[in-house]
């Protein structure tokens, strides 16, 4: 469908489902003469075996993509009373995916938890549940009693230096199901928020890496850096964004990750031309 360049192959990619605009980096080969796809590379994914060529994917417009704003409830922190005399403050964001986070320590968290243990914790992912809904109805997003979004996760300050916030993501507490590592969408929404004053991630993270070279990429925008520890190790995501604007959802241009593909199967089908 698309003709390869070499060493970069760039296509753009319009989700029919959310409409999201997305450009997909491809490493490209020259064999024979011909230029094919770069599957061989030494790109590791924490969580993945082996390793791959990196394919780096960036989505554009991604700010307030359901609930309308990159702060559904107008504010980088909100207070939340979830029952049983218990207050808990919370950041609020719909970048990505609309996500409700929380400091991990507020949970009864250490934030070097295993997955089996947190899935195992009933306490736990009963009262991320209860959080979660609660939360959900302050950014206007009703009962999600039968819904798995919002997403939440617990947030603490990162381990090494080579971090700037480590995690734990809930896929879903109403089944006791924390992710293994860290979902992409939730990853660039955890990266925004590292980007937004206020927030309780910008409270705990280093100070997100602005990439050498990119302070006025081609966009016009400034690209950073976001690396987040989760249970299996850390995933990056890359952050545009447009210095003029700040703290808008304009203001966020694009959002970034690398991914690995690989072949899986080949063949031939024929078509009739009449």
């Known amino acids: 469908l698309v003709e390869p360049v070499h060493p970069v192959t760039k296509v ?3 989700s029919l489902n959310t409409g999201t605009k ?3 980096e491809v490493q490209t080969k020259v064999t024979g003469g011909n230029v094919e796809v770069q599957y061989c590379g030494d790109f590791a994914i924490s969580g993945i075996e082996g390793t791959a060529a990196p394919v780096k994917i960036s989505a554009f417009g991604m700010a ?3 609930t309308g ?3 559904p409830t107008g504010r980088a922190l909100d207070v939340l009373d ?5 207050t808990i403050g919370v950041s609020c964001l719909d970048f ?3 996500m409700v986070m929380v400091r991990g320590s507020d949970v009864g968290m250490t934030g070097l938890e295993t997955k089996t243990e947190c899935d195992n914790n009933s306490s736990l992912n009963e009262r991320m549940e209860r959080i979660r809904r609660q939360a959900a109805r302050l950014m206007g997003m009703g009962n999600v009693e039968n819904q798995t979004s919002p997403k939440i996760c617990a947030l603490f300050s990162p381990r090494e230096s080579s971090q700037t916030i480590r995690t734990r993501y809930f896929t879903d507490p109403r089944h006791s199901d924390l992710h293994y590592a860290l979902a992409m969408t939730a990853a660039q929404c955890i990266a925004a928020s590292c980007l937004v004053e206020g927030t ?3 409270g705990l993270c280093n100070e997100p890496k602005l990439l050498t070279g990119t302070k006025e990429p081609e966009d016009g925008g400034r690209e950073y850096e976001i690396s987040i520890g989760h249970p299996s190790g850390s995933a990056q995501a890359y952050i545009t964004v447009d210095p003029t604007h700040p703290e808008s959802s304009d203001s966020f241009l694009k959002a970034s990750y690398v991914r690995t593909v690989r072949p899986i199967i080949t063949g031939e089908a024929f ?3 009449q």
């Open 96 to 98: 990505s995916r609309p």
């Open 69 to 71: 704003k990159l702060l």
């Open 82 to 86: 979830v029952g049983g005399g218990e």
């Open 22 to 24: 997305y450009e997909i």
């Open 271 to 273: 078509y009739p031309l």
């Open 64 to 66: 307030g993509g359901i």
């Open 200 to 202: 309780l991630s910008r």
């Open 12 to 14: 753009r990619v319009r």
